[in-house]
């Protein structure tokens, strides 16, 4: 596992809010850069900070099942960008605030109760074509038998490697 980077979470963590923003603004094909971002942001703090990985982790999922409701799961980047600042401060983990908690399932401890439920959304397919159409050199090729998604790479001809034989 490699070692966290808190300034690596905080990059991930702004780029979702940006997102969240215009998903809000009505751009749905956004979700996907968000709820990467949201998990990339976890994996980045897993190995040194692992309650600030399930915390983010619970944040991605409450959002994701709640991103279509009239009042979607709110993420308080502000509360876990200070948490992150007073870490950074001290040099070393202190005691998650309770503001980063805002909005998740809190047990007696008065720290999240962590879903085990690690299943994707069910519009997994709609989430992920828009990021396959946009990447350059990619094309997005129906499996009917899976019903699935299948990047397949294609040689363009101004990107195509002239080295290979």
Known sequence: MRRSCLECVLKHLGDAAVYIEECAMGYP??????YGHLDHASSECLSEFPDLAMTIREHRIKWANTRR?????????????GYI?????AGREVEIPPEVYAGLTLGEDGKPVFSMDTRPPMDWEDMLKPVFEHAPGSVIVQNKEASSLVEDRVEHPITANPFKS
């Open 85 to 89: 600042d007073t870490m950074e401060e």
């Open 29 to 34: 094909d956004y979700f996907g850069f968000v």
């Open 69 to 81: 409701d009239d009042k979607p799961h709110k993420i308080p980047f502000e509360a876990i960008f």
